[in-house]
């Protein structure tokens, strides 16, 4: 009795009150054809009855868990891959009617537990592109007596991208892939003597330079700098009130130019070196290959480079980061339908899984 409650109790955790872990739909799909094309117009059929059956496990479930204005954006998402998230797919009733239709009746399991899944991970992404995943970091090489005040400024910086709505992370190596852009803070001090009207006074140049990067590969993608010059004999109060001058200066420029490169950055296509292991012929390279291109958005293109000792290497055109990429390939619909990717590395703009 005590074993029987337990297994009653787990299954309750795993899938809760409304969430089962398999439900059992009849949906229709129908099609026009034209004489001698009765065949495509059968897939087609077969295709839109997936779609309907996928639509009627959601109910509730995306408007539930996702807000008004991406509903439509992660519906079509979900019902572009409906065939992901059914099983026992069994063909009820099926004809060809007067009017020119192929009409297709089905019943299948969908998953629901992996549409759900599912559902997040398309939220994730969307805020993903949504709002812009920024890190602010004190380059290194700096002296050791401006650490201090480098360390503060970028705090002060931080600040100003929270309050106009940016998304900030803290920085870390684990983490930098994680990023969408990554901003490199550096300071500079000067001093020279100067005489004016007879007295002997100390000349400080704080200098204030900021590079955006791209994760990966390093590359600046623009920069925003300004100098402040300021009398005083304490230079490391000079640096403080010096870099706070050139973060007010910068603000306005550095803040459209984050904006600017976030959007060109969603919509712009980059090279990702992909690394799939365990992968048994040159043939089913190409099929992995083909699957990428046609299943997974913001893959514009591609190509197998290699394939050598059960490891295939692709060249990928991606609209988007390499951790986007990872988080599609490792969506239950993709899983479902072809492999588990299991990730092994990934640096830079070089990720390696294994199939």
Request: glycine share 6%; with cysteine; hydrophobic share 40%.
């Amino acid at each position: 009795m005590k074993k029987i409650v337990f297994y009653v109790m787990t299954a309750l955790f795993l899938f809760p009150a409304g969430l089962q872990a398999g439900k059992t739909v009849t949906a229709k799909g129908l099609s026009f054809f034209e004489p001698g094309r009765e065949l495509i117009a059968r897939e087609k059929a077969l295709d839109e009855a997936k779609r309907s059956a996928v639509e009627k496990a959601m109910g509730t479930t995306i408007e539930s868990r996702t807000a008004v204005e991406d509903f439509q954006v992660i519906k079509d998402q979900i019902m572009s891959r409906s065939a992901g998230y059914l099983k026992n797919i069994k063909i009820i009733e099926e004809n060809k009617t007067d009017l020119g239709t192929y009409e297709i009746t089905i019943q299948a399991e969908v998953e629901i537990p992996d549409l759900v899944d599912d559902l997040d991970r398309f939220k994730k992404i969307l805020k993903w592109q949504k709002n812009p995943r920024i890190s602010v970091v004190v380059e290194p090489g700096l002296k050791a007596d401006y650490l201090p005040t480098a360390k503060k400024t970028a705090n002060q910086l931080i600040e100003r991208l929270k309050h106009d709505g940016f998304k900030v992370f803290k920085y870390s190596k684990k983490s930098k892939n994680q990023m969408g852009l990554l901003i490199g803070l550096s300071l500079e001090l000067s001093t020279r003597k100067t005489t004016f009207q007879g007295l002997e006074l100390t000349l400080n140049e704080i200098s204030l330079s900021t590079n955006i990067y791209r994760p990966g590969d390093e590359e600046i993608l623009a920069t925003a700098s300004a100098v402040k010059s300021m009398p005083g004999e304490n230079r490391l109060q000079v640096l403080d009130k010096g870099a706070k001058f050139c973060i007010d200066k910068i603000w306005g420029q550095l803040r459209k130019k984050l904006s600017r490169l976030w959007e060109k950055e969603l919509y712009s296509e980059r090279d990702i070196y992909l690394i799939v292991k365990k992968i048994e012929s040159h043939s089913e390279a190409l099929e992995i290959g083909a699957i990428f291109k046609s299943d997974v958005s913001g893959i514009v293109d591609a190509q197998l480079i290699g394939f050598r000792n059960k490891k295939a290497e692709y060249n990928l055109k991606y609209r988007g980061w390499p951790e986007q990429l990872l988080n599609e390939i490792q969506m239950a619909y993709f899983k479902n339908k072809y492999f588990e990717p299991k990730l092994e590395t990934i640096q830079g703009n070089q990720i390696t899984i294994t199939k």
